[in-house]
DNA sequence: TCCGATCGGCACGGTACCGTACCGATAGAG
DNA sequence: CTCTATCGGTACGGTACCGTGCCGATCGGA
């Protein structure tokens, strides 16, 4: 496989002008071990959303995370496998709707989805991961394996939605958590169209209403 | 947006609708005006299914076109430039099935659309423009407008059904257009898994299917 | 046929990043 | 408190790409 050598300068930052110094100030004074692990993650993510891959550069992430290169080499052999922590790091457990009813579960968590689309570096990190994935299988493993967790809620809650009774036992859930999440991926990172606020509900009503049942 | 020039021709859109009469301008001695035009955005594209964003370059590009950089810069200020024209160039009109019965067009365009995911370059392609848009806003339009022209067949299709009355007249068509697109995209490029053959079926089951009329 | 516009080749100085090595400092465990 | 592994800082040669300038060659329209 390709080691690293990526160096794009579609989204570079190409300064000719000021060195651009931002050890993060705010900080104590030097975390070790786990602690500079972190820090560094933290700040390899917030250059892929400022600069995209095309500035995901280890000297980039050693400026931005205050730490020296020697550093960066002694945990990640390469910017690819930086990246792939970086992704891992980028996991927040979604909250979990529990009001019991199917409607107004669905429509919270893809309300929160939405804002995190419309409102977080989100979908600006998730493009970059989406390309580098094409290109590195480590990525896309470990992709597959993130979006499954982050679906994983909203399965949940049409699983007991047809244990109750409120969806037909045959229903593919898969498919339909497919049919409820992937329209706002799509308008956000393909068509780029705007998500007005009426698209959660008339997403439910077009996937789910054919198939609510009374219990 | 760090990168303070960034020089896309936002007007630059000469799509040359010339007649082009050459039976392979390819690899010819050296073809001028248009065929080296053409020739570069070929690489261009070449060198983006091959290499990434992050081998995107103009001397890779000249490299592979068999150009000089200067003749690349004489065309194109930017890789963002080059990337927008290259993108507007992997346009094709997608042939749109007209049988006159709502379900087999349906099934015959996805079909073709899943094959172009499975077996061209184009979901690595469109990896790498989906990552490019999110930090070059004029790509995203230009990439808005694309998609745009690719959905059309898929509406017009809706739309003749529905004008036979084979779909309700209240119908969204727009957003039943993303509901049986998407999740082909999104299997493809976010959860990276497999598309099984029966999958366009399945699709279009649970999302056509409820709202099948007869006439 | 002829001439201008375009092309490929080449070279240039400048910049950014790579990957490694070594240093002194210090955090953090014992 | 002591000690050591880890850290930040710095420097280095090497590589790749940038953007420009200038050639002579040659395509292609008049």
Chains 1, 2 share one sequence.
């Not at 300064?15 to 700040?43: F, H, N, Q, T």
């Not at 990640?76 to 496998?81: F, K, V």
């Not at 990246?83 to 429509?107: H, I, K, N, Q, W």
């Amino acid at each position: 496989m390709p080691d690293g050598e990526d160096g794009t300068r579609l989204g570079g930052g190409d300064r000719s002008g000021g060195p651009e110094r931002r050890p993060d100030p705010g900080r104590g004074p030097i975390s070790r071990g786990a602690g500079a692990r972190r820090r560094v993650l933290e700040a390899a993510l917030a250059v892929l959303d400022a600069d995209g891959l095309g500035g995901f550069t280890m000297e980039a992430v050693a400026r931005r995370a205050g730490a020296s290169k020697a550093t960066l080499y002694r945990h990640w052999p390469s910017t690819g496998a930086l990246l792939v922590d970086a992704m891992d790091a980028t996991y927040r457990p979604f909250p979990a709707p529990a009001t019991g009813r199917l409607e107004s579960d669905v429509a919270e968590l893809l309300g929160a989805f939405v804002a995190l689309l419309r409102d977080t570096p989100f979908p600006r990190l998730l493009g970059s991961f989406i390309a580098a994935a094409e290109r590195e299988p480590a990525l896309a493993a470990r992709h597959a394996d993130l979006t499954r967790r982050r679906r994983e809620p909203l399965v949940e809650i049409l699983r007991r939605a047809r244990e109750r009774g409120e969806l037909p036992a045959a229903l593919d859930l898969e498919l339909t958590t497919d049919l409820l999440t992937a329209p706002f991926f799509y308008r956000r990172l393909v068509a780029h169209h705007p998500i007005p606020p009426t698209l959660v509900g008339e997403v439910i009503e077009q996937v789910l209403g054919p198939h609510r049942q009374r219990r």
